[in-house]
C-alpha cells in the first residue's frame, strides 16, 4: 500500500509541477501602473485592455479591480448622458445635479471630477443642436441648394413653426 500511495504522491507533484503556473509577483511598476490607472484613468476600452493584461501576468485581483472600475465608469457615463439629456430638456433637478457636481469636483472630489470629465466629453461629442433666435427648433429644408432667408421664412411657414394654423395664406 505504501508504494502505491508514494508513487501516486510522485505522480500528483510531477503533474503539478509542469501544469500549474506560479503568479508572477507585484513589481513596484506594476504597482504604480494599477495606481495610475484604478486613480487617473476613466476609459473603459484602456481599463479592459489593461486588465486583460495584468490576467495575463497572473495578477488576477488587480485585473479584476480594473474591470470592476470599467464597469462603474460606463455606469457613470450612461447616468452623465442622462442628465445632460434630462437638463436640455428644462429638469431643474437635473441641472441642479449637474452643479452640485461641479462644485464637489472643484472640491476634489475624484468621482465627481470624473462624472463632470464624462459630461464636458458627452456634450462635444453631441451638441445641442442651434436653436433660432426666438428659441426654435431649425427647419429642414428639403431642398439640396442653399437656400435664402425669405425661402427659408416661407417654409416655416409652410410646415407651420410661424404663423397661426388658424389663418389662411392669402
Not at 504522491?9 to 503556473?21: I, S, T, V
Not at 476613466?42 to 474591470?67: C, N
Request: one cysteine or more; glycine letters at 8%.
Amino acid at each position: 500500500m505504501l508504494p502505491i500511495l508514494i508513487g501516486g504522491a510522485a505522480l500528483g507533484a510531477w503533474w503539478l509541477k509542469r501544469h500549474h503556473q506560479a503568479s508572477k509577483a507585484l513589481t513596484p511598476e506594476r504597482a504604480a501602473i494599477h495606481g495610475h490607472l484604478m486613480q487617473n484613468e476613466f476609459r473603459p476600452s484602456k481599463l479592459r485592455h489593461m486588465a486583460a493584461l495584468f490576467g495575463e501576468e497572473g495578477l488576477t485581483d488587480h485585473a479584476k479591480a480594473l474591470t470592476w472600475k470599467a464597469n462603474e465608469v460606463q455606469k457613470q457615463a450612461k447616468a452623465a448622458a442622462s442628465l445632460i439629456e434630462m437638463a436640455r430638456a428644462g429638469d431643474q433637478n437635473a441641472m441642479g445635479l449637474i452643479a452640485a457636481t461641479r462644485e464637489n469636483a472643484l472640491q476634489g472630489n475624484t468621482r465627481a471630477r470624473v462624472t463632470c470629465a464624462l459630461m464636458m466629453h458627452y456634450c462635444m461629442c453631441r451638441p445641442m443642436p442651434q436653436l433660432g433666435p426666438l428659441g426654435e427648433m431649425p427647419v429642414e429644408s428639403h431642398s439640396p441648394e442653399p437656400t435664402s432667408p425669405q425661402m427659408a421664412f416661407e417654409e416655416a411657414q409652410r410646415q407651420g413653426y410661424i404663423g397661426s394654423p388658424f389663418m389662411s395664406a392669402a
